[in-house]
């Protein structure tokens, strides 16, 4: 029979995930992610063997004993890459159906709008997870591995929470690609768009925030070198509230203390920093859920000619 | 008769500055199990009424309804029983045909066991059954036409909507699209089609409309379309004789009931125009006076004509 002879209605769910499993199969097969994959391991090993190399020149009681003491400057150039993690699977997500003519057929079957980006959104964010998971997971070995170092409950924690940061600070970078890619015709609009918005909170935006502070503050004198002193919790202050909005600068408050273990008795309170932190988690949860509504609202709205 | 489009007072204005008004107070209705050629020049608002059809774009006033379905409210309905094809066709390169097409399957709701033998099948009435596992990166424009008819197939819809099919497809592809259109309307399906290019797909058609600047110049049968033309426009012939026999046949032409222009043009050649069509007169004339005919012939309108002469009357 013509017509209706051999369907069945899918749940919106279920639409959902025909739709992530096709993105997330061609994300696997792409050069794409494994480029990245290969920058975020090459990135893990550099840190553990030029660590290794300045350790194997200390005297033996200097070097680390804990793993997070391998791991303490992790935060900072993960707050690199990460963002181009979430770019890359955002940038084209909706652009590049547009451009090849698919996002037509795919719109002619009877699915909504909502279910092509809720099937995008699940895939990137399994992407982007188990990318940042393994390389962490294969630097965490790496390192137990080179230094004979055991791993305990404190730095799993830890570790995972990183992970979890680490991943919705590349997911919030995604969303705001998934935006300008859902707004803007074309992929490589959208992509220079989103290199702008991250050059912007990592370059332009704490350079903005250093005058503004030595307007305000004046430049420091000797004496107000040490981080304890006046100038610079002022400083901090200062540069914290310049860059309220700053993605980057959130990420950083909150990965900071994760990975800052000062002893092997220095156990992580997830409770005592959301109550230290709560604009920062709120910064963080923030940018996806902004910029994730706004691409609904602008690819359901929006004219495909 | 019933009618699987109906457009009532269709219109689309893109904002902008100036505003362009796509579509006009479009009124159109398509027979079930019709041909029908939406024609017209690019620009015309030809892809923005599919658009509207199927749902990728709303309308600024007016209503639409595919098999009986609201385009608006209920456009999941529309999208289920109707194929498309769009401009440019549109898909996955890094893809093989039929994962292409299990892809589009299983978003068009068949279940995940049948998909692959459905699939197989379309690819099959396609003519792609020998390249089912190849990539469509490899596949030349007519193959990706013929794929595109295939994942439009791919739902088993009652209608199909065609957005200029034949741009940039060779001569063979063409008539090859011509004989699978008039097949898949003996299933009873309907087909609607839009194209600039009148030449290719015009010959298929049993209906068409002729749009124009947003606005339908003109619709309906091709016969009965024809005929207002003619009887508009005239029945032009053209006779070429012995060049004496020229003078004596010129006489006895201007004679004839209806003929209202006749032209020398030279080389023993006369042409003429008549309210009627007057061919049997012609042939009787010509062999009753004994002339040395070398050729008559009995110019027929070209679509061309045909959208000029709408497209003219209309606009």
């Given at each position: 029979m013509m017509g209706t002879g051999f369907r069945e209605k899918r749940p919106p769910l279920k639409r959902v995930m025909i739709i992530a499993r096709k993105e997330f199969s061609d994300a696997v097969v792409s050069r794409r992610l494994w480029l990245l994959i290969a920058v975020f391991l090459l990135y893990y090993l550099a840190m553990i063997f030029s660590l290794s190399f300045s350790y194997s020149m200390m005297p033996e009681e200097a070097r680390p004993t804990r793993i997070m003491q391998v791991f303490q400057g992790a935060g900072s150039s993960?707050?690199?890459?990460?963002?181009?993690?979430?770019?890359?699977?955002?940038?084209?997500?909706?652009?590049?159906?547009?451009?090849?003519?698919?996002?037509?057929?795919?719109?002619?079957?009877?699915?909504?709008?909502?279910?092509?980006?809720?099937?995008?959104?699940?895939?990137?964010?399994?992407?982007?997870?188990?990318?940042?998971?393994?390389?962490?997971?294969?630097a965490v070995s790496a390192t137990m591995f080179l230094y004979g170092l055991n791993i305990d409950?404190?730095?799993?924690?830890?570790?995972?929470?990183?992970?979890?940061?680490?991943?919705?600070?590349?997911?919030?970078?995604?969303?705001?690609?998934?935006?300008?890619?859902?707004?803007?015709?074309?992929?490589?609009?959208?992509?220079?768009?989103?290199?702008?918005?991250?050059?912007?909170?990592?370059?332009?935006?704490?350079?903005?925030?250093?005058?503004?502070?030595?307007?305000?503050?004046?430049?420091?004198?000797?004496?107000s070198f040490s981080p304890?002193?006046?100038?610079?919790?002022?400083?901090?202050?200062l540069n914290y509230m310049t860059q309220i909005f700053s993605i980057n600068n959130h990420y950083s408050t909150l990965t900071g203390p994760v990975l800052a273990k000062a002893s092997k008795q220095d156990v992580f309170d997830l409770f005592k920093l959301s109550s230290q932190y709560p604009i920062s988690l709120m910064v963080l949860t923030m940018?996806?859920?902004?910029?994730?509504?706004?691409?609904?609202?602008?690819?359901?709205?929006?004219?495909?000619k | 008769m019933s009618f699987v489009i109906e457009c009532e007072n269709l219109?689309?204005?893109?904002?902008?500055?100036?505003?362009?008004?796509?579509?006009?107070?479009?009124?159109?209705?398509?027979?079930?199990?019709?041909?029908?050629?939406?024609?017209?020049?690019?620009?015309?608002?030809?892809?923005?009424l599919i658009a509207i059809l199927m749902g990728l774009t709303l309308p600024t006033r007016g209503v639409a309804r595919v098999l009986g379905h609201d385009v608006l409210r209920e456009s999941l309905e529309v999208r289920r029983k109707v194929g498309l094809l769009p401009e440019g066709f549109g898909f996955y390169d890094n893809m093989t045909a039929l994962e292409n097409l299990k892809y589009l399957g299983l978003l068009d709701e068949i279940p995940g066991d049948s998909v692959e033998q459905r699939a197989r099948e379309v690819l099959e009435k396609a003519g792609l059954g020998d390249r089912v596992n190849a990539k469509v990166s490899t596949f030349s424009r007519g193959m990706k036409q013929r794929l595109g008819i295939a994942?439009?197939?791919?739902?088993?819809?009652?209608?199909?909507?065609?957005?200029?099919?034949?741009?940039?497809?060779?001569?063979?592809?063409?008539?090859?699209?011509r004989r699978f259109v008039r097949e898949i309307v003996k299933e009873g399906r309907t087909v609607f089609l839009s194209t600039h290019l009148l030449r290719d797909l015009g010959m298929v058609c049993t209906h068409t409309a002729i749009l124009r600047k947003g606005r339908v110049v003109a619709q309906g049968s091709m016969?009965?379309?024809?005929?207002?033309?003619?009887?508009?426009?005239?029945?032009?012939?053209?006779i070429r004789v012995k060049p004496e026999d020229l003078e004596r046949l010129l006489k006895e032409v201007e004679n004839l009931p209806?003929?209202?222009?006749?032209?020398?043009?030279?080389?023993?050649?006369?042409?003429?125009?008549?309210?009627?069509?007057?061919?049997g007169e012609l042939f009787s004339l010509l062999s009753r006076g004994q002339y040395s005919v070398e050729a008559m012939v009995s110019s027929k309108p070209e679509w061309e004509d045909l959208y000029r002469f709408y497209s003219e009357e209309g606009g």
């Open positions: 993960v707050a690199l890459i990460a963002p181009f993690l979430g770019i890359a699977f955002g940038y084209d997500a909706v652009s590049r159906e547009r451009e090849s003519g698919t996002l037509k057929v795919l719109l002619a079957r009877p699915v909504y709008r909502e279910d092509v980006v809720n099937g995008k959104i699940v895939s990137a964010l399994a992407v982007i997870g188990i990318t940042l998971f393994t390389a962490t997971f294969l409950l404190d730095d799993f924690t830890r570790l995972t929470l990183f992970s979890i940061f680490s991943l919705m600070f590349a997911f919030a970078y995604y969303s705001v690609s998934l935006f300008f890619s859902t707004i803007l015709n074309k992929s490589g609009h959208s992509l220079i768009a989103s290199i702008a918005l991250w050059a912007f909170f990592t370059i332009i935006m704490p350079l903005i925030s250093m005058m503004i502070a030595f307007m305000m503050l004046g430049v420091p004198s000797f004496a304890e002193s006046d100038y610079w919790k002022k400083y901090a202050e940018y996806p859920t902004v910029f994730v509504i706004l691409s609904y609202i602008v690819f359901t709205r929006r004219e495909e | 219109v689309k204005i893109f904002k902008g500055t100036p505003p362009v008004t796509a579509l006009d107070n479009v009124n159109l209705r398509v027979p079930k199990g019709s041909i029908y050629g939406l024609f017209g020049p690019n620009g015309a608002g030809k892809s923005t994942q439009a197939l791919l739902k088993d819809p009652e209608m199909l909507i065609f957005d200029e099919p034949t741009v940039g497809i060779d001569p063979d592809g063409v008539m090859e699209f016969e009965e379309l024809t005929r207002k033309m003619k009887s508009s426009m005239g029945y032009s012939y053209e209806g003929v209202f222009e006749v032209r020398l043009e030279g080389e023993g050649r006369i042409s003429l125009v008549s309210r009627e069509d007057i061919g």
